[in-house]
Structure formats: structure tokens, C-alpha cells
């Protein structure tokens, strides 16, 4: 049996630093008073009822590959790594489901699924690294998300220790089921708030038909944005739909030469699953939509190898770019049609604060990450680049859009919240986080502010 | 602007008593105070800011077509009637969602949506009836929902009243989100006992490709919940597999002559609206599905009307039997590959319990609707029927099963409700609904039963 091992608590200051804070640039953390590994449920019910007994608080984290804080520790805290449960318990290829512990690593979870022909869609770009515990803990989404949905979408059920060292199973294993309320979807993206997850049953789909690329190069953003707005009124739901800016792809030529950056301002790529003519259909349409918003060059990539390369400098653009220096990333969504609008919001947001703006995008479900860049050690650079933060968050709220499509609340969009959500909204927050965490000890303090 | 009139008190004893309850045989209801039919949000926030304040519980309510007894009366209540807040407020077909008053009838919305070329999934099988408000408060599946998911996915948005009449936004018009907890989920399924939705935003999908239907006769329940499993075994997830036994075709045949009972003890109904290719070899694999389970004739249909006019039989079911006396409608969802045991012990509770038990099926997604039929006034049988049908819930559960697939717990799953779930997920539940219903006056004593 993996992750049956006991408990090992962890003391040494070095060891303990470096599990401190997740890769949020800029956000607050402070000094934990110890790191436990847990290496079972039982490990981590033991931890939560002794520090709801002393009022210590506990920050669960997984890989701490977060980029909103969601992970910092708390000054006195007891951090709580899930890293080492990291077993597979199950894969059930007729109910299409698998049972695993919250350490397991994304790519892990999706090579196990695949050798049953099964799928496992949620794919953020952090999917190499990152665990599907802390994939639940943000709701997590990634590159396919705009036609197959998020965490939440796929979490059948959760085993959590909750209250004060109380194990509970919520959800199911069935295909439905309206037995009280949804508090496994409760769970999922509450960011440790309200408990620690132990173990989660995912919903898999059946291996999905080969993708087709389209490829489109814009001069500007706003012709880029233009193209996404197009393809969604044209009807085409995409299996991705990628922006990637120039700055991107320089940065990452610069680290693995990969030749991409020569030819375009702003690259889009999109792609379509679906089986036979009507996956024909869709590239054509994709292509056509690129053509018409002004791309200067479209069309079908004819060799996946090359496809894939474009995909993985995609995913390459935030660890590329991080090398360069500290990047604030934002995670806007805004409805789909005003993508272009946002967009340009963006670069002006840029101009105006005189601050350097990288941009990737999951452009197809409007949820933008403008990657915000200072120089380190340039103190008034930081000062006017977190101006050009706040100013791309309330953009976003001013458009009808939210303030995180995928990263979490953490620390870094707690003010965002603030102006996101009406006060009567926080206040159910407040009541529901004080109903399920009495001893106030699940990572106080994030997402909403500190309790009242 | 459509629902904007005000409220009207309903005080005529006679005309409150047909709003009593819901079409859940046997659950008891009480003797309202006033039925009053809100003609808007305020009208809603109005009437729960005096309850509140009086300590009258509120019992909303859409068009009663509920099989759980979730609406219906307690005594001295205030039936609070949705169904004049009727207006579609908004199709948006670039983001592909529509904004909806509670009222708006199921397959009114699928009307207006099919207009612009968009298509609103659940489809209950009350969808002329039943009110989109009734299937937010139940999490409402239906036919398509083995493939496409139920209430819950499309909701992406609510306006609620809660508390003690504050009026709040939860969720978002954007494809994703994570700011907060997910209310707006917690909300759905919460059978009124959360507060009352005033406003509902879903998302649509584009219309869909014309099915291909698949008919198979069999001679027992076993064979054709085996032929269910091998569906399921094979990969293929279907647009539709449903279930009608000989008792529900001659129901209906009784009351509308279309001549479906001649042949076959057990129908089963696949459907496949993937396109072109993939859906052809969807269909043919359910043939073969069929006829290795032992159908005694299985073929692809050649003619869209009759495949049609199955499914209308398949919808008839409930209230043709209906027809012919009370029928106690049963609800439990077992894993996929346990169909063929849960139908057989379902045969098993009948016989054990001299009951007749007729049965449709969702079979899909393992959620049987087992149709427990006792003779008007005869006491002896309804104690024999109530037996058989604790007897299906427990049988459920010890298959890993939910007592409520998609109708909810209301009145009669209550118990079942228990038998489900551990004490200290209840306690969870209280604690919310504590947390959410302060005044303690939204349906109370619904779902799992009076406050503590």
C-alpha cells in the first residue's frame, strides 16, 4: 500500500524555508513552526486535531507550484506537505474513475489513465510538477479546459479531514446522485480553507480521437483577440485555443532555441478533436476565422511533431520567462467576446505603467495571464508593475469578468475579491468558512481575509 | 420586462390546498398559512424579510411536478409559488448562455434556445412541466444526461434570496472562475432549504447532431441490465440508454393505443449523436452489445419517427401509471457494472413484498426509477410497497449506490439519507445550513430532517 508510512515531522529551518511559499512572486509569507510530512489520512487527522486542540494553524500544500500565495505559510503555522501520499489507489476502466491521494503528480495520473485508454482532461501548464490535490484546492484548469471544463468538472468524490480532525468521504462513485449538498464541490477550490483533502476520485473520459492544429501569426494583440472572438461566434468549441506573444516566445528561444520567435508578434493556436468530417470542419473553420481577423500567415499544421513543439513552448512561456526575473501572473477571465477588448486593456495597462507585459492566454474560454515582469532589486519597477496589476484586475471586474479564472484567490487577488463580490456574498463566505472550520485553523487568512 | 407585477396573497383555502404538495405519493404535507405567487425578486426578498422576522417558514415552490415531497407544505407555512416569474431575460449566442427567471418552463427554455441554434441539456422527463427554478432546487438529470451531465453543469449563475432577505449574486457569466467558494453549486440541489433562487444563468451548448437510435428487446430485466454493462464495458457512452419494462408499455398503451407491448418484456433504448463515423460505429456497437446480452431482437432504427415515438412512451411512463393508481417512484444510482444485480434484487423486493414494481430506467448512468404500485385505499399493500421500497434504498446503498440519483431526498428519502451518509457529514450539512438559514425558516426539516 503507497503513503502508509508515518508522519515525519520536520524541524530543520533550511528544509522548512523551502517549503515556505509556492512561486506567487511578491506574496507574503512567514515563518512555520514546523513541516510535517504526512504519509496518510490518518497522519493528517492526528495533525489537524492536535493543532485545532492548541489553535495552531495548518497550511496544507502540495507541490507549491501555486501562483497566488494560496500555499504561504503562516508565521507559527504548521505546514502540512501531501507530497509524499502520492499513491494511484485504483483505476476502474467500466466506471471510468480512479481513486487517488492528493499527491499525486498530474502527468503521472494522465500516463496511468492512458494505458487503460482512459483520459484525464484537467491539464494546467504546471501539470508535470503540480498535484492533483493542489489541482483541487485552486479548481485548477489548463490548455483543454474550454471544451472538457475544470477540476470540479471531474472530482466524483473526496475523503478530507475536516472540523477538528474529523475524516469524512463526501460525493460519490455513482454517475449522479443529489443526496444532500454538493459539499465535495464545496471543497474544490476553497483553497485548504476549510479542510484537507486525503484522497479524491476523479471521473475519466475514453482516450479522445488525434488533434488538429491550426496555426495562426498576428501582428498585434487586439487582431489576435479578434480571431478568438471569431472562432467563438462562429460556434466552433475548440479542444484549445492558445495566445502566445512574441515576449514569450523569445524567452523562450533564449533558453531552449527552439527558433519560434522569428516570425510573428502574437501566435495562436487552436485545435480540434472531433472525430472525422467534423473535426475537417472545425480546422477549416478555425483557419478561415485566423484569415479573416487579419492573421498574416494560417493554416493547418500538416506535421503534429511541429504542432506539439508549439504547444510546449506554450507551456514553456512562465518557467521561460520566470529565469528572466520576478513575473507577476495574472489570471483574468473575461467573457469570451470581450477578449479583445481585454486584451488591449492590457497593453495599455502596460503603457500607462510603463511596466513590460508578456501575454499567454487560454483565449478560447477568455481566461487571460498578462505575465507582469520587473527587474529584480528595481524597487520603483515593482511599485508601478503592482499598479499595473490592480489596474488589469479592476479592468477585468469593469468588463463583467472575474479576478481569477484558474490560479485561486491566495493572497495575491484577495483584494480583487473584494471588489468582485458584493459584501452580502463575502458575508456567506464568512458564515460557511466559520460553520466547517470552528477552530479556525485551515489556512486562515487567504482567499477572504482575515476572519471578523 | 416580463415577472415585474407584484405579489399576490392567496389566502382561499381551496385554492391552497391544490398548492400543497408535490406528485410524491404517500409524503405527508401540512396546512399552509398563504400561498403567495411572487412576481419578482422583490416580491421573493419581501416576503422572506417578514418570515424571517415572524419565524414562518417559506416553502418555495416551481410547478410541483417534484416525486420527493421537497415542496410540499408544513404547517402555518408560506408557500412561496415561482412559476409567474416566467421570462427568459436574455440568449446570448456568442457566449453561449441565457439568463431565466425561476418559472420558465424546462422545454419553453429548449424552444427558445433551438431558435438560435443552441441547446440546453437536462431534459427530466417533466420537461413540459417542471420549472428550470424546480430543477436547480433538485440538481434535475434526465435522458442526455449519461453523456452530457446534469443541472449542476449548466448552472453557471444564480440570483438567490437568502438569509434574512438579502438578495445575492453567486457565480459568474465567464467560462471559468475560482473567486470564493462555490455557492452557486451549493445553492443547486439544496431542495429550498438554502434560500430561493430569483435568477438563473446557464450555460447552452451548440445544437447537436441527429441521433441514431438503437432498439433492443429482451425477455428479462438481467439481460437487458447486461446488455447495459457490456455498453458500458465496450466505451461507448451513449446520447441516451434507457430502460422500459413490459408493465410501462402497456400503461401506456392503455391510455394511448400506440401498440408497443406486444413484443418485448424489457426495451432498452440506445442512442449515439456523435457524427459521422464515430457515431456509426457507436451505434453498431450497441447492437452488438444487445444481441451478445441475449436480446431476442435488436436492431438500428430505420425510421426517426418511430425511434421518436419510443422515447414519447419512455416520457409517458411515469404518469400512465400513474393512471392507474398511486406508484411510490424510486430512485437510486448504482455503479454502471452493478445494473444487472440492482435489477435483480429490485425483482427481488417485489416479489418478496408481493408488490408489483414496475420499471424505467436511465440505465446509462446506472439511475433506475424502480415504479412501486399499490392499489388506491388498499392499507395492507401500501405497508407491503413501503417495505419493498426501504428494501430497494438499502440494496442501493450495499452496492455503493446513492439513495437519489436526481429527484433529491425531500420528504420520502430522508431516511435513506441516514442510511447514506456518515453522522459526521451530516453534522457538516447542519452546520451550513445553520450558517446559511440563521432564521431557520427556509423549507425546514427537508432533506435531512428537523434542525437540532
Redesign the interface.
Known amino acids: 500500500m503507497p503513503g502508509n508510512g508515518s508522519a515525519r515531522l520536520v524541524t530543520d529551518p533550511d528544509v522548512i524555508a523551502s517549503y515556505a511559499h509556492d512561486e506567487a512572486q511578491w506574496a507574503p509569507y512567514g515563518t512555520p513552526a514546523a513541516l510535517v510530512r504526512a504519509g496518510s489520512a490518518r497522519d493528517v487527522a492526528r495533525v489537524v486535531e492536535v493543532c485545532a486542540r492548541l489553535g495552531v494553524p495548518v497550511v496544507p500544500r502540495g507541490a507549491g507550484t501555486g501562483l497566488s500565495g494560496g500555499a504561504n505559510a503562516l508565521d507559527g503555522c504548521v505546514l502540512l506537505s501531501l507530497e509524499a501520499m502520492d499513491g494511484i489507489l485504483e483505476i476502474d ?3 471510468r474513475l480512479a481513486v487517488v491521494q492528493p499527491g499525486v503528480v498530474n502527468d503521472d495520473l494522465r500516463r496511468a489513465c492512458a494505458e487503460h ?1 482512459l483520459w484525464y482532461p484537467p491539464d494546467p501548464a504546471s501539470s508535470p510538477w503540480s498535484t492533483i490535490g493542489g489541482n483541487v484546492a ?2 485548477a ?1 489548463g490548455v483543454c ?2 471544451k472538457y471544463g ?1 477540476t ?2 471531474y472530482v466524483l468524490a473526496l475523503e478530507a479531514v ?2 477538528r480532525g ?5 460525493g ?12 465535495c ?2 471543497l ?3 483553497e485548504g480553507t ?1 479542510g484537507v483533502v486525503t484522497e479524491i476520485t476523479v471521473r475519466l473520459r ?1 482516450a479522445r ?1 488525434p488533434e488538429r492544429t491550426v496555426v495562426g501569426y498576428f501582428d498585434t494583440l487586439r487582431d489576435a483577440g479578434a480571431a478568438v ?1 471569431s472562432v ?2 462562429a ?1 466552433v ?1 475548440p479542444s484549445a485555443l492558445e495566445l502566445v506573444d512574441r515576449h514569450c516566445l523569445q524567452a523562450v528561444d533564449q533558453w531552449r532555441n527552439m527558433g519560434l520567435s522569428a516570425d510573428a508578434n502574437v501566435l495562436l493556436l487552436g485545435r480540434s478533436d ?5 473535426g475537417e470542419a472545425e480546422a477549416d473553420t478555425m483557419v478561415r476565422c485566423f484569415e479573416e481577423a487579419g492573421a498574416t500567415w494560417s493554416a493547418r499544421s500538416a506535421d503534429e511533431t511541429e504542432a506539439e513543439a508549439l504547444f510546449a513552448a506554450r507551456r514553456l512561456a512562465y518557467p521561460a520567462l520566470e529565469r528572466l526575473g520576478p513575473v507577476l501572473t495574472e489570471d483574468v ?5 470581450l477578449v479583445p477588448e481585454m486584451l488591449a486593456r492590457i497593453e495599455r495597462a502596460g503603457a500607462e505603467h510603463d511596466t513590460h507585459i508578456a501575454n499567454i492566454a ?1 483565449a478560447g ?3 487571460l495571464h498578462p505575465l507582469i515582469i520587473a527587474p529584480a532589486g528595481d524597487d520603483a519597477a515593482r511599485v508601478r508593475a503592482q499598479r499595473a496589476f490592480d489596474r488589469i484586475v479592476d479592468d477585468a471586474i469593469a468588463l ?10 491566495g493572497l495575491l ?1 484577495r483584494r ?2 473584494h471588489a ?3 459584501p ?3 458575508a ?2 464568512r ?2 468558512k ?3 472550520d470552528p477552530a479556525g485553523i485551515f489556512n486562515p487568512g487567504k ?2 481575509g482575515p476572519p471578523t
Open positions: 476502466p467500466v466506471e485508454g485552486t479548481n484548469g479546459c474550454v475544470v470540479r468538472d475536516v472540523g474529523e475524516t469524512v468521504r463526501l460519490r462513485r455513482t454517475a449522479k446522485g443529489v443526496v444532500g449538498y454538493d459539499l464541490g464545496l474544490v477550490g476553497s476549510l475514453g480521437a472572438a467563438t461566434a460556434g468549441v472531433a472525430p472525422g468530417e467534423a477571465c473575461v467573457p469570451r467576446a487560454h474560454d477568455g481566461n463583467g469578468g472575474t479576478v481569477t479564472g484558474e490560479h485561486g484567490v487577488k480583487g475579491l468582485e463580490l458584493d452580502a456574498v463575502v456567506l463566505h458564515a460557511v466559520n460553520a466547517l482567499v477572504f
